[in-house]
């Protein structure tokens, strides 16, 4: 199991727009589809990783619990689909139906939005403000697989709670570790 940080894109990074289908609905999903929402999550996953499915069920949880408040929240996967079949979008599709994901989840096949996030690992968390400038980017919570410690989404959560709230997200934040991304040609990654 590789283990690759997140990058920590800079915090106050305008959110890059993106126009890719939602797996499920067959609708393309944009960074306007979020206007007049407190919070963006963008979440870099995948079906195959096994940080992922770690903590899959955990983001289906987010994703129910955050429903009706004023956070917008997509799921991309950018993985060469071709080499890692699990993550083609008739896959994707099976994973987000079974798992009850309320939220688009898009596949990114040119990987394009990937590379525009900086995104290196699944799962990768990038979560924006009101004026889509990024507030957090690292971890769900401590926990990794085998590691034996509970998975809450204890970071994310609070750094969402803070956004939603009008108060000021913590500075402190911790990587998100995971698979790196299934990139198509060896030079990108």
Known sequence: ????????????????????????????????DF???DALLVMFIC??????KHVQNELARIGKDYAQQSAGIVAISSNDAQAFPQDAPDSLREMAIELGFT???????????????????TPDFYLFDRDRRLVYRGQLDDSRPGNN?????????NALDAVLQGRPVSEQQKPSIGCNIKWRNSSAS
């Open 1 to 32: 199991m590789a283990r690759t940080e997140s990058t920590m894109l800079p915090l106050g990074t305008a959110a890059p727009d993106f126009h890719l289908p939602d797996v499920v609905s067959g609708r393309t999903i944009s960074l306007a």
């Open 149 to 157: 410690i509970p998975v809450t989404g204890k970071d994310l959560r």
């Open 35 to 37: 206007q007049g929402k």
């Open 47 to 52: 079906r195959h990783c096994p940080f992922v």
């Open 103 to 121: 939220f688009p989840y898009c596949f990114d096949e040119t990987q394009d939005v990937a590379r525009a996030y900086n995104a290196a690992c």
